[in-house]
T-cell receptor, first 113, second 117 residues
Framework: DTAVSQTPKYLVTQMGNDKSIKCEQNLGHDTMYWYKQDSKKFLKIMFSYNNKELIINETVPNRFSPKSPDKAHLNLHINSLELGDSAVYFC????????????FGAGTRLSVL | AQTVTQSQPEMSVQEAETVTLSCTYDTSESDYYLFWYKQPPSRQMILVIRQEAYKQQNATENRFSVNFQKAAKSFSLKISDSQLGDAAMYFCAYRGSYGGATNKLIFGTGTLLAVQP
């Protein structure tokens, strides 16, 4: 069973569209994250939720809205997509206290045309 | 703010040889965690090794070991007996230990490791 699963793996869309990426973890973790990896492979945190509460929001444009319906899910909705949003988006999860290891999903490659 | 620096954009090693990837970081915190993640062409982020700052002993995982120098803020990764499957991008990462907003991983820019047969 995949521990952290993201869907879709690939997403190709036009500028101006709205899209969502879903993430689910079956590890029983209480904290989930979204990271963005740009074209130069640089990884940067976007958001983090702990038990459905937003705890990290790293100066991301408000076109990006994370939603956590429960602690096993953290979805990312992006409005009015721009060319610069093209990147790989990674979901991750961890247990806040124990071991502090973050486990990553396989990533979603978003291409905005 | 914490920063992580990887000064080697690319490295190359012969199969069965040993290679060391460098990482330095900057922080004013006394307790934190350091990680090396591997990203092969499949894109999956795989944890290689983890070090807790309060532990003086260097972490080891099979062929992978670290040289953690807390005073120098240095955290290098040594790969012994390199294998073709070790070819990947390697990221050094820092994480605070106080929970909440310090939970985020701060990554270096990565080192692309090639393994020559």
């Amino acid at each position: 069973d995949t521990a952290v699963s993201q869907t879709p793996k690939y997403l190709v869309t036009q500028m101006g569209n709205d899209k969502s990426i879903k993430c689910e973890q079956n590890l029983g973790h209480d904290t989930m994250y979204w990271y963005k990896q740009d074209s130069k492979k640089f990884l940067k945190i976007m958001f983090s939720y702990n038990n459905k509460e937003l705890i990290i929001n790293e100066t991301v444009p408000n076109r990006f809205s994370p939603k956590s319906p429960d602690k096993a899910h953290l979805n990312l909705h992006i409005n009015s997509l721009e060319l610069g949003d093209s990147a790989v988006y990674f979901c991750a999860s961890s247990q806040q206290i124990a071991k502090n290891i973050q486990y990553f999903g396989a990533g979603t490659r978003l291409s905005v045309l | 703010a914490q920063t992580v620096t990887q000064s080697q954009p690319e490295m190359s090693v012969q199969e069965a040889e040993t290679v060391t990837l460098s990482c330095t970081y900057d922080t004013s915190e006394s307790d934190y965690y350091l990680f090396w993640y591997k990203q092969p062409p499949s894109r999956q982020m795989i944890l290689v090794i983890r070090q807790e700052a309060y532990k003086q002993q260097n972490a080891t995982e099979n062929r992978f070991s670290v040289n953690f120098q807390k005073a120098a803020k240095s955290f290098s990764l040594k790969i012994s007996d390199s294998q073709l499957g070790d070819a990947a991008m390697y990221f050094c990462a820092y994480r605070g230990s106080y929970g909440g907003a310090t939970n985020k991983l701060i990554f270096g820019t990565g080192t692309l490791l090639a393994v020559q047969p």
